[in-house]
């Protein structure tokens, strides 16, 4: 194999669990030429035990694995970390792709892909996101009863605080910044990742599923995530009554 190229990005620790060696050999060698350092298991537990010892800043995680699969893993992993999570499965329908979104993943990439193509997953997540930096944006907002706090990264209901994902965060934080506005899937797909080919539109109906179960008093009654038919969803203003 060819030596990578340097990509000039911020060096970040990145946890690679994939029970392939040969592949896991070559992310590493290209997470390596990047500047970041690397550590590579080949298991779920592994897995899991590295990432809450070493506390990396990006897990590159196989679905299919010994122990536990890389779904089980993420799931945990949610329930106590907020670690971004740059998903590898060999799954090619898109409810199994999606199921990984649903538990948390950050992005997710189909095999077999390019190294390249992975270095630019991994490029777009950690700009997004930089250990221990603020977030940019506007200061806190309300619409209804939701609250954005876009410095916290924090969503709150009637004053209580809804655990999201990062992409559902995007979602709200993107829809607040307009309340009444119809925002086209595509549209949320850009907040939400960026307009990346693999992706799809369906992800943007995915999380906003997950959205109204946390939010609406009744998901499949929503009072403020509205379907705009034939044209996206919007974020209402008032809720009705």
């Known amino acids: 194999m060819r030596d990578a190229p340097i990509i000039a990005a911020m060096c970040a620790q990145v946890l690679v669990a994939e029970d392939e060696p040969r592949q896991a050999e070559v992310v590493r060698r290209y997470l390596v030429a990047a500047g970041h350092q690397v550590l590579v ?26 122990g536990l699969d890389g779904l089980q893993v993420c799931r945990t992993l949610r329930e106590e970390s907020d670690v971004l999570v740059l998903m590898l499965t060999a799954r090619t329908t898109e409810d199994d792709l999606l199921r990984g979104l649903e538990l948390g993943a950050d992005d997710y990439l189909t095999k077999p892909y390019s190294p390249r193509e992975l270095m630019a997953r991994v490029r777009t997540l950690l700009r997004r996101v930089s250990r221990g930096a603020a977030p940019a944006g506007p200061g806190p907002r309300r619409v209804g009863r939701i609250g954005v706090d876009p410095a916290r990264h ?9 655990e999201c994902t990062r992409g559902e965060f995007a979602i709200l934080a993107a829809m607040s910044e307009q309340p009444d506005r119809v925002f086209s899937r595509a549209q949320l797909l850009h907040h939400t990742r960026g307009i990346d080919r693999s992706s799809t539109e369906r992800t943007i109906d995915v999380h906003m599923m997950n959205l109204r179960r946390k939010i609406e008093a009744d998901p499949q009654r929503p009072a403020q995530l509205i379907t705009v038919h034939g044209v996206g969803y919007k974020l209402a203003a008032e809720t009705p009554g």
């Open 41 to 66: 298991v080949h298991d779920g537990r592994a897995a899991l035990a590295e990432a809450r010892r070493w506390q990396p800043d990006l897990l590159v995680l196989d679905v299919m694995m010994p």
């Open 154 to 162: 924090e969503i709150t209901v009637d004053g209580v605080p809804v």
